[in-house]
């Protein structure tokens, strides 16, 4: 099975960019369908963005993300990547990325593997 870890939240004012990552171990990420959500406390976990397995890479973003977000990929670093710019207030969560086998990609429950999340906060 997979193992994931992200790393690159950080405190950001309004406006400006981040880039996440996810870094798998145990297998070849190339293998999953990798996603990224976020959660704020006491709330679900929301769709961000995926992007398919390496045959066609095809990528979807949430519409609150979309022109702002891209998700991407390097399959001989075994990593996952989310850029985010014109970042806002309301950007503001933890972000966990996650892989799968299936479809239904928009759907946390979609997805077997998880990793433990990063924290991003928006906020001048």
């Known amino acids: 099975q997979v193992q994931l870890v992200e790393s690159g939240g950080d405190l950001v004012q309004p406006g400006g960019s981040l880039r996440l990552s996810c870094a798998a171990s145990?297998?070849?990420?190339?293998?999953?369908?990798v996603g990224w959500f976020r959660q704020l406390l006491g709330k679900e976990r929301e769709f961000v963005a995926y992007?398919?397995?390496?045959?066609?890479?095809?990528?979807d973003y949430a519409n609150s993300v979309k022109g702002r977000f891209t998700i991407s990929r390097d399959n001989a670093k075994n990593m996952v990547y989310l850029q985010m710019n014109n970042l806002k207030p309301e950007d503001t969560a933890v972000y966990f990325c996650?892989?799968?086998?299936?479809?239904?990609?928009?759907?946390?429950?979609?997805?077997?593997?998880w990793g433990q999340g990063t924290q991003v906060t928006v906020s001048s």
């Open positions: 996650a892989a799968a086998t299936r479809g239904g990609l928009y759907y946390a429950a979609s997805y077997d593997y």
């Open positions: 145990g297998d070849t990420l190339s293998r999953y369908h």
């Open positions: 992007v398919y397995v390496i045959g066609s890479s095809t990528t």
